[in-house]
């Protein structure tokens, strides 16, 4: 491991590790991603014909009017 100002650099042992920070370090990540999932997705940029085939158009409709943004 290189030294940093007479510190090893290297990963965290497992007993100076906060189980709580983790915890919310992943909840932040699937924050992320979850309001990431509809560009991610590319749904916004399908034209209107195209959405209308797919099988959950109905669903989709419904939840856009529904939309508060």
């Known amino acids: 491991m290189p030294a ?3 510190r090893s650099v290297g990963p965290t ?3 100076d590790r ?3 920070l983790d915890v919310l370090r992943g909840l932040a990540l699937a924050g992320i991603v979850l309001a990431n999932m509809i560009s991610l997705s ?3 940029y399908l034209p209107e014909s195209q959405r209308a085939r797919l099988c959950t ?3 989709d409709r419904v939840l856009d009017f ?4």
């Open 42 to 44: 590319l749904y916004l």
């Open 66 to 69: 529904s939309n508060w943004s």
């Open 13 to 15: 042992a497992g007993q």
């Open 18 to 20: 906060y189980e709580f």
């Open 4 to 6: 940093v100002r007479g």
């Open 57 to 59: 158009a109905s669903t």
